[in-house]
């Protein structure tokens, strides 16, 4: 099932909490809904789901009005944060939910319902909690059994909304290559919501990044991660360290700054901001530099450190251990950065020191 | 080392706070005095009757109708606290309407007034010239005097204990619960029978009990409206008060502790009810 997003906008009183979506999803896509707290991502899952609905603009999956269509039509798996599992209902009954408040006419007879919730117990790898109460249940177990409550209804369209935002980090490694699986097995649209950028890149096919209530990119994981379309894309995706660079003739111009190892698009002439990843930038010991070190810790594999520039600026830098031996404070350095993005103004950012 | 065995240090350092000592032997102290004592007392006083005796008072043609009266008239309160009380919460809790801190405060007025002042109140409004009675009258409804009127004055005295047991766990039940059942399909009416009331359960049978178990013990308010007619609409407690008032101790003691089987019975089949309808909560959480 595609779903087309046209202009979506949703309030709260005063807020404008989603601003204008406009999204198109492919039928069997996976895609990440990826951006901080706060910046709509449950509110437009709950709108494709009809758990909320907008104040204006069009959502629309196989060509129908889904807008017109009550949550209960529109078979949605939604798959939520904290589960929401039944808590007086054991596992099968959990899972048998969707089958038994069909309608009459076409409810499956029994014998059918237990068959196919058995099947998805050992799809989902679950078979020994069948009749466990979810009280009885740890996260990850939880997890599994709210995904299979919301595939027995055999959805098209599956939306989890942080699926594992609450468990631990192994157990969200196993789980999020475990849902690809489902996902690819059951040919089903998904949309998940992260606020973490690893798990969108690693199991999305299109990743979708929302700031404040606007889209502020679409696209390939690997496409988003190396040409972030905009400073708030950028930040949020790690490269935290702003330095005030001036273009001229095509050529970037900064104090203490070697260029020569990055490799940018041509950018118009005047003032701009280069974006960088804190492991992205060389530290070249250099008694001419000027960026002094003022402070230098070590977390095991990587030595951070905070250097002083131009102007009063302080910048946070990472760099591997072995590499930096020969660093301390005091001393001072040019920065050789391998790969960043420029951007023509950058609103300076509330906060100022990197991740 | 087993278990079994653990020097008390180490079984003590379970418990996060301390006192357990202290607090729990105030409460069985309390407990003792307050509430087995008189019960114990009672059950003696009972037990010197003698079977026979006791038999014959407890099924003498006076006590048998007082208590079925005070039973049916119990029943038929709390039935209508049940179905009215959880209606109240639900209508305290799911919607916004002006009025509704008013409306919520009114609940308790039944607790915070004088049963007597309640009953005088009540018999008032259902004489055959009050305002109720003179609507309910000329359609052959007649409330004073009859086991209706013992009925109207249990349930008025009873119904905010429905409502106020419900009301708390209402209020908490996440909305995500009823967000998933309507995404996987079900209506309403559905979603209230299988996924709301199966939560609110437990509080709603406690309330009820409650509520069952004041209407049985009721005085104040019912023998104002019941006009006390013996075998017809005299309640299990004012019979007891006549009992004592002819220093007929053994007639008071047989139907106070008939009274107190009953609710004990009530208890326990209401604890049942309420394991049964906790039985999900399993071991850990
Ligand atoms: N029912 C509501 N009433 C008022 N404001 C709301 C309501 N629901 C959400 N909001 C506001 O809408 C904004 C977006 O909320 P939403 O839950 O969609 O964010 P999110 O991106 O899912 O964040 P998170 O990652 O923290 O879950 C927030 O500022 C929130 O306060
Ligand atoms: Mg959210």
């Known amino acids: 099932m595609s779903i087309t997003i046209r202009n979506l906008t949703r309030r709260f009183g005063q807020t404008e909490v989603l601003r204008g979506i406009d999204l198109e999803i492919r039928s069997g896509e996976l895609v990440a809904l990826l951006g901080p707290s706060g910046s709509g991502k449950t509110t437009l899952l709950k709108i494709i789901a009809g758990l909320d609905w907008p104040d204006a603009g069009q959502l629309t999956v196989s060509n129908e009005d889904w807008l017109a269509k009550k949550a209960q039509e529109r078979r949605t798996g939604f798959v939520f944060q904290h589960y929401a599992l039944f808590p007086h209902m054991n596992v099968r009954e959990n899972i048998a939910f969707g089958l038994r408040v069909l309608p009459a006419a076409q409810r499956p007879a029994e014998a059918d319902i237990a068959g196919r919730v058995a099947k998805l117990l050992h799809f989902l790898q679950i078979d020994a909690l069948a009749y466990r109460f979810p009280a009885e249940l740890s996260g990850g177990q939880r997890q599994r059994v709210a995904l299979g409550r919301a595939l027995a209804i055999d959805p098209e369209v599956l939306l989890l909304d942080e699926p594992f935002g609450a468990l631990d980090a192994q157990v969200r490694r196993d789980l999020r290559r475990w849902l690809r699986e489902v996902h690819d097995a059951t040919g089903s649209t998904t949309i998940f919501v992260t606020h973490d950028q690893e798990e969108a890149f690693e199991l999305a096919d299109r990743v979708v990044v929302m700031g404040a209530g606007r889209i502020e990119q679409i696209g390939r994981p690997d496409e988003i991660y190396d040409n972030p379309a905009t400073p708030f894309v950028a930040r949020f995706l790690g490269l935290t360290v702003e330095l005030p660079v001036v273009v001229r003739g095509g050529r970037i111009e900064a104090e203490g700054l070697d260029i020569s190892a990055l490799t940018l698009p041509a950018h118009p002439d005047g003032p701009a901001t280069l974006f960088l990843r804190p492991a992205d930038i060389g530290l070249v010991p250099d008694p001419r530099g000027s960026y002094r070190v003022t402070e230098l810790s070590s977390t095991g594999a990587l030595l951070r450190l905070r250097l002083e520039g131009p102007a009063d600026c302080s910048i946070e830098v990472e760099t591997p251990r072995r590499l930096g031996q020969n660093l301390a404070v005091g001393q001072t350095v040019l920065l050789r950065p391998e790969a960043g993005q420029i951007f023509q103004q950058a609103a300076p950012r509330a906060i100022a020191h990197a991740a | ?285």
Not at chain 2, 185 to 211: D, E, K, Y
Request: aromatic fraction near 10%.
């Open chain 2, 1 to 285: 080392m087993t278990p079994v065995n653990a020097p008390a240090s180490t079984r003590r350092s379970k418990r996060v706070l301390p006192g357990f000592g202290l607090t729990m032997g105030m409460t069985l102290t309390y407990l003792g005095v307050i509430v087995l004592l008189p019960v114990i007392a009672l059950v003696l006083k009972g037990a010197e009757i003698g079977p026979a005796r006791f038999f014959a008072i407890a099924t003498a043609p006076r006590t048998m109708a007082a208590l079925q009266l005070t039973l049916t008239a119990a029943a038929m309160a709390t039935v209508f606290n049940a179905v009215y009380g959880l209606l109240m919460a639900w209508v305290l809790v799911r919607y916004d309407f002006p009025g509704k801190r008013l409306l919520d405060a009114m609940v308790d007025i039944p607790f915070a007034l004088p049963t007597a002042v309640a009953g005088l109140a009540l018999s008032a409004l259902f004489a055959t010239n009050g305002w109720y009675g003179a609507l309910l009258e000329p359609l052959g409804i007649k409330v004073v005097f009859t086991i209706w009127g013992v009925a109207v004055a249990m349930s008025f005295t009873s119904i905010p204990f429905v409502i106020r047991a419900v009301q708390p766990v209402l209020e908490d039940l996440d909305p995500q619960y009823e967000q998933a059942a309507v995404t996987l399909g079900a209506h309403p009416f559905t979603i209230f029978c299988r996924v709301i009331f199966p939560a609110i359960l437990p509080a709603f049978l406690v309330g009820v009990t409650l509520s069952f178990a004041r209407s049985l013990g009721e005085f104040g308010a019912v023998v104002f409206i019941a006009g006390n007619l013996p075998m017809e609409t005299e309640i299990a407690s004012l019979l007891a008060v006549i009992r004592l008032e002819e220093y007929d101790y053994n007639g008071a003691s047989v139907i106070a502790l008939m009274l107190l089987l009953i609710a004990l019975l009530l208890l326990a089949v209401s604890n049942l009810m309420q394991a049964q309808a906790l039985r999900y909560k399993g071991g850990g959480s």
